[in-house]
């Protein structure tokens, strides 16, 4: 009997191992596709991809973001040259996780045809929080913790924190 138990709880283990690390997969995929779809948005307009990835609050404070720079006729082109993972918390739901990441952007005016904002490259530290919805994990905050520009490019690769955030006792949709 203490084998069989033994046995069974192994096997609990190694699947709540097993789903971890299929749910670290999805939540990196969830932030890729989501700064990703940002560059995709300031290029194409197109929202969609991101309406998927946030909660309708997030989404919302991202476009009141976008159609900011719309007004002032200018137009974001970007690029990712470095995003890395801490590890990720969880509790029950949900997740938190800290990245670093190196973005070089520019704000192009579209009326001059020139740019508003000279191209510069800026490490992020920022960090999400997540909640599983319908089996797909969904950012609900993006809380920017700091950000450093740089004038010239820069290769400096920033070292990410192994300290593990806390998740929230419960996140609302």
Do not use: C
Not at 87 to 108: F, G, K, L, Q, S
Request: zero cysteines; aromatic letters at 10%; charged letters at 30%.
């Amino acid at each position: 009997m203490k084998r069989i138990l033994f046995i069974l709880l192994l096997i609990t283990q190694v699947g709540i191992a097993k789903s971890n690390v299929d749910d670290d997969k999805r939540i990196m995929d969830t932030l890729l596709k989501y700064n990703y779809g940002i560059i995709k948005m300031t290029k194409s307009g197109d929202t969609q991809l991101l309406k998927d990835l946030l909660t309708q609050e997030a989404y919302f404070k991202l476009m009141i973001w976008a159609d900011s720079w719309k007004f002032s006729n200018l137009a974001m082109v970007a690029q990712i040259n470095d995003l890395r993972f801490s590890p990720i918390a969880y509790n029950e739901n949900n997740a938190t996780i800290r990245t670093m990441e190196n973005w070089t952007y520019a704000y192009a005016d579209l009326v001059k045809r020139d740019y508003a904002l000279e191209p510069t490259t800026i490490f992020y530290k920022v960090k999400y929080t997540l909640k599983k919805h319908h089996g797909q994990w969904i950012i609900v905050a993006v809380e920017n913790l700091q950000e450093e520009a740089f004038e010239k490019p820069n290769t400096h690769k920033p070292k990410v924190e192994q300290k593990k955030e806390k998740p929230k006792e419960s996140v609302k949709r």
